[in-house]
Every structure is written in structure tokens, then in C-alpha cells.
């Protein structure tokens, strides 16, 4: 059996986005600056993409910058209402301690610049709560960044709710949606969203390119100096394959959403239900306040890393919160964030589901994850220990 498990990472392209781009390298290979029919017929697939692009988070087309990906939109968002606050001289903002690397790191830069970083609590169960937002911002404010969905443990924050209160406030409100886009609905109306961020190739599109939108009125510098692309606000020959791949990706995703969603939350609470009965485990973030495919648990006395490896000798690609990965031994900033204490936080799991898993792959999955965690602690001295009476539990 093979399963990719890992789709919060990368998905693979559908084969509607494929299709979509292959003319863009063919026929249509015309640059949408060239004036002549070639570059506009380019220009046109652009066009076209970006009115897709808007229709699914009922935006407007001139809302729509297109990116090379989720990190750039967090950078240029970020940075441009850092910027604009500057200009009122407000040099407060106020973000969540579970973001992104490309919020975080991006807010650090900042924080050295002079600007005033308040970082939310998240709490337990891997949500911000809307009061406490209300409580940090003061009159400096000028940004609030949150993100939509979390990326390893995929809790949907009360965007609505926190969008509410920064447009009662005056302070303009982005969000990472880079694991919300395409996987649930977003309205940037009804949301109260003034800058999203999002990424292709977490939609089935391809790498490299993703959007930002912002909304009429708020102001956008660009990071990218050069040409007049994109209203002058992001400069560079325009993607336009991926553009184009990234349009057709998404709104594939937006037409299938419910019966994707309804397919993945069944696989997801059967996961759930089943790996709970592990002892000594517990599920990280909310149950059910979560993306449709994110699964993540922590089991105690096992490392991550060895779980990761013996699932991929399974055939089941996987990922874990701690980062080791990333040549550091610290675990994950998110399972930090939530109260993981650090030997509990390295030994986590995340399957990310694809749409079309079935039942009979995702008992698959439980079956593995048992054995492979049994095995694991049959030879871990920290649980040795546990069992042994020398040391508490952390988890029940
Ligand atoms: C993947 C991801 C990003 C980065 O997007 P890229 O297109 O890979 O640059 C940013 N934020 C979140 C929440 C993500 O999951």
C-alpha cells in the first residue's frame, strides 16, 4: 500500500491544473506585457485566472496580486501594513504564537526594525480567543495577523469573529489562509478579511505561485522592484502557467469542497476515534474545529522522527511536529504553543488526508500507527521507566 499522508506539506497537481498549463508552455508561451496577439492571449489567461481566482473568496478581481507562493503574500501583507502603520506612526502589531515561519520570521525582522510585537496565547485546544484579541490592540495598532487554519495542527480560528473586531477597531486584519484555501469556505466579505494570503500547491496547484488579496482601500507596497506587473505592486514576468494551473486548481476545489469535506471528516474522526485508544496519547487541538484532513497526536515515550520512518517502510508518508528535519532538535513552535511539554511535543504525528482516501487505507493507517508505536516503546527506555512507576504519565 502506498498512502500520502503529508498533503499539509505539499498535494500533488490534479490533472485540471496540468491541463490548464500545458498551453501556457506551448502555444500560449507570449509574454501579457507584449502588445502584439501572443502576449495578449497570455495576458488574457492571466486575466482570466484572476476573476476565477476572486470569484472563489468573493473577492474582486483587482483585489487579486498574484505571488510565487504562500510566503511571499505573508511578507508582502505583512510588511506593507507595517509600512503603512509606520506612515501613522502606529508600530504595534499583534499576531499568534503558532503562525507560520513566514509570519514569524517576518515579524522578528520587524521587531527589530523597532516595531512592537504581541504574540496571543493559543490555548489548549489550539484556538485564540476573540476577547483576548480585543484586549491587546491599542491605539499603535496597525496590523493584527492570524492565521485561518493551522498548518500542523489545522484549527480554524473565529476568523469572522476576530475580523469583526479589528474592523470595529480601525486596525487592518490579515490571515495565512494558505490551509484554507480550497479546503473550506472562505468569504472575505462575510469574514471581515482585509489581506489573505494563499498557495497553490496546497490546492493541487502547482509550486511557486499563490496570491494575495487585499481589499480596495488598504494599501499594498510592493517587496519586488522592477516592472509594472501586477499594477505595479509586484514586479516580474507573470507566472503564467502557473497562474493559469493555480485558477483551474482552485476552482475544481471550490465546485468539489462539500463532497471532498464530507468524504475527508469521516476518514479524519475515524482516525481520531481509533488512535485515541492508544494509551497514553492525546490528540493535539481541537477535535472538530479542525480542517477536514488533519490528523495530529502526540504518543508518549517515542520519538517522532523513528515513527515517521517505520510508517514510510509501510508506505505511508507522514510528518511530525518536532523539526528535526530542519536541522534543529527543538520540537514543534505549535505544539509548544498549545502546552506540549517538549518529550510529549517530539513524539507527534500529522497525516494530512488526501481527498480520495478510503476506509480500507485509513484502517490501514491505524493498524500501522498501533504496531509501530507499540514496537517503538517495546525498546524506549523513557517508557521503561514510565512503566516502571519511575516517573508520571503525562498523557492519560
Ligand atoms: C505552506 C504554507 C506557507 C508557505 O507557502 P509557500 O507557497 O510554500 O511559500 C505559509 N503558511 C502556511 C500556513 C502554509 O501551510
Excluded at 508600530?91 to 521587531?111: D, G, Q, Y
Aim: charge should be negative; glycine fraction near 10%.
Amino acid at each position: 500500500m502506498n498512502i500520502y499522508a503529508d498533503n499539509a506539506a505539499t498535494t500533488s497537481v490534479s490533472r485540471t491544473a496540468l491541463e490548464a498549463m500545458m498551453p501556457c508552455f506551448k502555444e500560449m508561451y507570449g509574454n501579457p506585457s507584449s502588445l502584439y496577439g501572443l502576449g495578449q492571449k497570455a495576458k488574457e489567461i492571466v486575466e482570466a485566472a484572476r476573476e476565477d481566482v476572486a470569484a472563489v473568496i468573493h473577492a474582486a478581481p483587482r483585489e487579486i496580486t498574484f505571488t510565487s507562493g504562500g510566503s511571499e503574500a505573508d511578507n508582502q501583507a505583512i510588511r506593507s501594513a507595517a509600512a503603512a502603520g509606520k506612515k501613522e506612526g502606529k508600530m504595534h502589531i499583534i499576531s499568534t504564537a503558532f503562525e507560520h515561519h513566514a509570519v514569524l520570521h517576518t515579524l522578528n525582522k520587524l521587531e527589530q526594525e523597532g516595531y512592537d510585537i504581541t504574540l496571543l496565547d493559543v490555548h489548549e485546544d489550539g484556538l485564540v480567543r476573540p476577547e483576548e484579541l480585543e484586549e491587546a490592540i491599542c491605539q499603535d495598532t496597525a496590523l493584527v495577523t492570524i492565521m485561518y487554519a493551522n498548518n500542523e495542527i489545522g484549527t480554524i480560528q473565529p476568523i469572522r469573529k476576530l475580523g469583526e473586531i479589528c474592523r470595529k477597531h480601525g486596525v487592518t486584519f490579515h490571515t495565512d489562509a494558505v490551509q484554507a484555501v480550497g479546503h473550506v469556505p472562505i468569504d472575505v466579505e462575510k469574514d471581515n478579511i482585509d489581506m489573505l494570503s494563499a498557495s497553490a500547491h496546497k490546492f493541487h496547484g502547482p509550486k511557486g505561485t499563490g496570491f494575495l488579496y487585499v481589499r480596495k482601500g488598504v494599501r499594498l507596497y510592493n517587496l519586488i522592484e522592477g516592472g509594472a506587473q501586477e499594477r505595479g505592486k509586484r514586479a516580474g514576468t507573470e507566472n503564467v502557467a502557473g497562474i493559469a494551473g493555480m485558477a483551474a486548481a482552485l476552482k475544481e476545489a471550490a465546485r468539489d469542497m462539500e463532497v471532498n469535506r464530507d468524504r475527508l471528516i469521516r476518514q479524519r474522526d475515524l482516525l481520531i476515534r481509533e488512535l485515541g485508544k492508544i494509551p497514553h496519547s492525546a490528540i493535539n487541538g481541537d477535535p472538530v474545529n479542525r480542517l477536514p484532513g488533519n490528523v495530529n497526536f502526540c504518543f508518549e515515550g517515542i520519538e517522532g522522527e523513528s515513527l515517521l520512518l517505520l510508517l514510510d517502510d509501510r508506505g505511508i508518508q507522514a510528518s511530525s511536529g518536532s523539526a528535526c528535519t530542519s536541522g534543529s532538535l527543538d520540537p514543534s513552535h505549535v505544539l509548544l504553543a498549545i502546552g506540549r511539554v517538549h518529550d510529549v511535543a517530539h513524539g507527534s504525528l500529522r497525516l494530512s488526508l488526501g481527498e480520495n482516501i478510503t476506509e480500507e487505507e485509513t484502517w490501514y493507517i491505524v493498524r500501522s500507527v498501533k504496531e509501530v508505536v507499540e514496537y517503538l516503546r517495546s525498546f524506549s527506555p523513557i517508557w521503561r521507566d514510565l512503566m516502571a512507576g519511575k516517573g508520571e504519565f503525562i498523557l492519560p
